[in-house]
């Protein structure tokens, strides 16, 4: 009987073997049960075993007084998918970054590239903007090349940005393009319409209507930075019925943030699946040669030339540079947003925690290494905007939720649970905070205590752990059905 409530409640009996890893004395804090207490936490073979009242002995002790014991962080929009990406992540907090936006033109290069090699887990959808590309006819004799390339997927998507797809078997090319990355593990279907505005309305519905029938959810960056473009895309969820999530709502909406908040809280109330996210900076960061830029920008945006700073200098720009750099090529980061907005994205109940974290520089925009450490340090810790636990959910099991029909694996991440996935973030309430700065560029932030990735340490201690790659694939429930 003893054997049996033990198992039950996860507690370890004296005498048993000692875990792999156990977290001792923390503040356990899982946004799912609501369980906020002291407790220890053993893993083994990278699942939580238990999480006890008792003292458990491990192989590996990693001390927690003092510190919050949470899910690991899950990012839905991190377009930083290397090592050096990865090691900024988590110093984050971050165990799990999906690039789930932009998406990848060849799902199955993108996951067998990163298996063994990755810090943190990951996975992506499928790349609307660079398969429609790849099925013009304009560009068939590149197509093979992009498919062996490594490209990020913006390089091929620009390339079409203002081409229209005008002829049936270009729609039949990018519909069977866009089911291979689903049968290749692909967690959805990546839109981003406003970098190429060639893409005409019916398009864009039809890619909503092939979502549905494959059950898979739609994320976008909407058309343009208007409540028209938002209302684009919760129409073409309420036709077809498909699945929605709308990245940055804070960077989509601007001024109009209050309107489209109550929108998609409106849709949501309705029956609709659709959810949102938001990153805790008042400045975006993009392609400065994407059709963001076009002409009539300034009006657009609300913003002009001195608005705008280039990451490898530091320097806001004027006219002549920002032809120069326009140019050149490369990411420049937008100073567009009011304090109030971000205040009100993250204090919306629904509104989930994401970095649109940008491919690694040395001077990319911080939020690449600081969001979720922001969030805790400024948005709860001193603004108080929110609690500790509504913050954490934002950033654990809202986010694994959204997931869970498309990927399966994720009902064991974000949460702290028996049997669940050993992704921990441990932090010290007291001093987390965000360290990368637009002036200084990217750096740790601070407080992140421990993080483990599939019960590895990868942090320990506040410093990278390493020769470790406990990185393991998210892939969708349709990945390898013939």
Do not use: C
């Given at each position: 009987?003893?054997?049996i409530?033990a198992l ?13 890893v ?10 799912e049960?609501?369980?906020?207490a002291?407790?220890?936490v ?12 008792a ?7 990693l001390?927690a ?5 949470a ?46 090699k990755?810090?943190v ?6 790349s ?5 590309t ?17 490209d990020?997927s ?6 079409g940005?203002?081409?229209q797809?005008?002829e ?33 309305r ?57 309107f489209?908040?109550d ?16 990153y805790?900076y008042?400045?975006?960061?993009t ?19 001195e ?41 919306s109940?629904?509104?989930m ?44 099991i ?57 019960g ?26 013939r």
């Open positions: 009987m003893r054997a409530l039950a409640f996860g507690v370890a009996l004296a005498g048993q073997s000692p875990f792999d156990v977290i001792r004395g923390g503040r356990v804090m899982d946004p049960s609501g369980l906020d002291v407790r220890d053993g893993i083994r073979g990278g699942k939580i075993a238990a999480i006890s009242t003292r458990l002995a491990g192989k590996v002790l001390a007084e003092g510190r919050v014991v899910p690991g962080f899950i990012d839905l929009h991190a377009h930083g998918q290397s090592a050096e990406s990865n090691e900024f992540q988590a110093h984050d907090g971050v165990t799990t970054a999906l690039e789930l936006e932009v998406g990848v033109p060849e799902v199955g290069r993108f996951l067998r590239a990163r298996s063994g990755a810090l887990n990951f996975g992506a959808t499928a609307h903007g660079a398969m429609r790849m099925s013009m006819r304009e560009f068939a004799g590149q197509r093979e090349k992009w498919r062996k390339s490594d990020f913006f390089e091929v998507l620009n390339r940005r203002y081409s797809l005008r049936a078997e270009e729609y039949t090319l990018l519909g069977a393009t866009l089911e291979r990355g689903l049968r290749e593990g692909a967690m959805g279907l990546g839109l981003a319409p406003q970098y190429y505005p060639g893409a005409t019916e398009e864009i519905f039809r890619v909503y209507q092939m979502a549905k029938r494959w059950r898979a959810p739609v994320f976008t960056h909407v058309r343009s930075m208007t409540p028209d473009a938002m209302q684009e895309a919760i129409a073409n969820a309420a036709a077809t019925g498909a699945a929605l999530h709308i990245v940055h709502v804070n960077s989509m909406s601007l001024g109009a943030l209050p489209v908040l929108m998609i809280e409106a849709a949501r109330k309705q029956g609709m699946d659709i959810t949102t996210e938001a805790p008042t400045a975006a960061s392609f400065i040669e994407s059709a963001m830029f076009d002409d009539g920008w300034q009006e657009r945006l609300g913003i002009s030339y608005d705008l700073q280039w990451p490898p200098t530091g320097e806001r720009m004027t006219a002549e540079t920002f032809a120069k750099y326009r140019k050149q090529g490369g990411f420049v980061i937008m100073h567009m947003m009011k304090p109030e907005w971000i205040r009100r994205a993250m204090a109940p629904f509104v925690i994401a970095s649109d974290g940008m491919p690694y520089s040395a001077r990319a925009h911080p939020r690449s290494a600081g969001t979720f450490s922001r969030v805790l340090g400024l948005y709860v810790r001193e603004e108080k905007i929110l609690s500790l636990m509504d913050a954490l959910g934002k950033m654990t809202l986010p694994a939720r959204r997931l869970e029909s498309i990927a399966p694996g994720m009902k064991n991440k974000g949460r702290i649970r028996v049997g669940a996935d050993a992704d921990i973030t441990v932090f010290n309430p007291a001093t987390v905070r965000d360290q990368a700065t637009f002036e200084h560029g990217l750096r740790f932030s601070s407080g992140i205590t421990h993080v483990l990735v599939n590895v340490p990868v942090v320990r201690e506040e410093k990278t752990v390493p020769g470790v790659f406990p990185g393991q694939p998210v892939t969708g429930n349709f990945a390898n059905v």
